[in-house]
């Protein structure tokens, strides 16, 4: 069974950090590109950060550019969102996706229907 499972949410105050992890468990993901996304309160769930199957390209949603850096390590089969300058509004279940549709992927989608296998989410509170 394939399982995508994230850690490293929990409360902090604005301007604060955190460190996501998300670790795949049932098969590897080592050719395959990997996302974070999140969904906060009343919102849709939508694109945070990409990452290539090799870790050589990122891709960043406007909102967190320079203050958000993905990264995985492919032997241990785990990627990472480090997560820095926190604000209120990245309030946010925070979910893990890989898209194992794609051989060798860019990590370049920002499109939900474009990653296949999804992690249950992390919260992550930032207080102000």
């Known amino acids: 069974q394939v399982q995508l499972v994230e850690s490293g949410g929990g409360l902090v105050q604005a301007g604060g950090s955190l460190r996501l992890s998300c670790a795949a468990s049932g098969r590897t993901f080592s050719t395959y590109a990997m996302g974070w996304f999140r969904q906060g309160p009343g919102n849709q769930r939508e694109f945070v950060a990409g990452i290539s199957w090799d870790g050589g390209r990122t891709n960043y949603a406007d909102s967190v550019k320079g203050r958000f850096t993905i990264s995985r390590d492919i032997a241990k089969n785990t990627m990472y969102l480090q997560m820095n300058s926190l604000k209120p509004e990245d309030t946010a279940v925070y979910y893990c996706?890989?898209?194992?549709?794609?051989?060798?992927?860019?990590?370049?989608?920002?499109?939900?229907?474009?990653?296949?296998?999804w992690g249950q989410g992390t919260q992550v509170t930032v207080s102000s």
């Open positions: 996706a890989g898209d194992t549709v794609r051989n060798y992927g860019t990590g370049m989608s920002r499109r939900i229907e474009d990653y296949n296998y």
